[in-house]
């Protein structure tokens, strides 16, 4: 049975009750730690053609996590550890609004934030004892984000710039007087985990692990801050960020207050656009603050999957993925994860209106075809 909108009402609530603040993988078989070489897949087989819309990366070794030098760099980034995968396609962009309504059309899907309340499962996700809230709010929506009108001394409370909206959803990314009009090659957003899963697998693909995608957004380049290097002068003409006193004023000195069609900046130095700002992507791997120490004491890891399961000391009621990139809301003086080792912790059934995903397809899945 499908899932009901569920945890976009236990954010509000957790929010307003003061308490604001990648399924499990097999390891022994599906993540090795070794310090002898192993052979990457490092280039397309002969006669394989490249997917339409998506680049191979080359396999290969990188440190992932937070480079030396990073003065931005959250605890959650580190320790940096050593990493060897073997090559797969990419996404050269996020899913679009175009791309995301063809996969509805054809097969009818029905995104989480657009489906009915179910008090009884939402309240799994709850402390104990959480009151039921009013039917008149239990109704399909989404978190929105809206400007506050003056200074936010507290960026820890992130309930004073994101808003519950009824009626807000993929089609509708702002609230019910929104539209797609004109933005049909925008990044899809309102997307929960488990919406991008479903598309995938509609396309025969699979979300990039968080190891995989900071390799591909590195874009070959090893001791990076950013997509471009490590001149924060370039971040106007190089990612859709927030600019200006967040959440207040956005100068729009990128061109862009809110969402930017795909391919608006110039891409990485594989040829991938939007690696860093935009929106938000979904990863496969769970969210656990343990992981990396985890991996850095074992050695090199070999195409790793992620934690076995979710970890956050911060949010103890609910289960969550990482994900990468940053967004059109990341400031400086906020969360600066437009950096390519930035990573944030998502609940599984948590869309916003900056949050969306891209593809891979590995060399095993197309062998499976």
Avoid at 86 to 98: K, P, S, Y
Avoid at 238 to 244: C, H, K, P, V
Wanted: charged letters at 20%; proline letters at 7%; glycine letters at 8%.
């Amino acid at each position: 049975m499908p899932k009901t909108n569920t945890i976009y009402f236990s954010f509000l609530l957790l929010i307003f009750l003061g308490n604001c603040k990648k399924q499990p993988k097999n390891t022994d078989t599906q993540q090795r730690h070794t310090e002898q070489s192993i052979p990457y897949s490092t280039v397309v087989p002969d006669g394989l053609p490249t997917p339409n819309g998506m680049l191979w990366i080359p396999g290969g070794e990188f440190y992932q996590g937070a480079v030396t030098g990073d003065n931005m760099a959250m605890q959650d980034e580190k320790p940096r550890h050593k990493v060897g995968l073997d090559g797969f396609f990419i996404d050269v962009h996020e899913v679009t609004n175009a791309q995301f309504a063809e996969f509805v059309e054809e097969t009818g899907y029905v995104t989480v934030a657009e489906r009915a309340i179910d008090w009884e499962e939402m309240k799994k996700q709850l402390p104990p004892g959480t009151p039921k809230p009013h039917d008149s709010i239990l109704q399909p929506g989404a978190l929105v984000f809206k400007k506050s009108r003056s200074s936010v001394p507290n960026l820890f409370d992130y309930s004073q710039w994101w808003k519950w909206k009824i009626g807000a959803n993929w089609k509708h990314p702002s609230g019910p007087n929104s539209s797609l009009v004109g933005k049909e090659n925008h990044p899809v957003v309102q997307i929960s985990y488990e919406d991008a899963q479903a598309y995938c697998e509609w396309a025969g693909r699979r979300l990039p692990t968080e190891a995989e995608w900071e390799y591909a957004a590195r874009g070959g380049k090893t001791k990076a801050i950013f997509t471009w290097g490590n001149d924060f002068s370039k971040l106007s003409v190089s990612a859709n960020s927030w600019e200006g006193e967040f959440p207040v004023n956005n100068t729009v000195q990128d061109g862009h207050e809110f969402r930017a069609p795909v391919q608006s900046y110039p891409p990485n130095g594989y040829g991938l656009f939007d690696m860093a700002g935009n929106v938000w992507e979904w990863t496969s791997d769970w969210y656990n603050t343990k992981y990396y120490s985890t991996l850095a004491k074992n050695g090199m890891a070999i195409n790793p999957q992620g934690a076995d399961t979710s970890y956050n000391p911060n949010n103890v009621f609910q289960k969550e993925k990482v994900i990468k990139g940053g967004s059109f809301l990341c400031s400086d003086s906020y969360c600066a994860s437009y950096r390519i080792s930035a990573r944030m912790a998502t609940s599984m059934d948590s869309g916003a209106e900056h949050i969306g995903f891209r593809t891979v397809l590995d060399l095993e899945m197309i062998k499976r075809y």
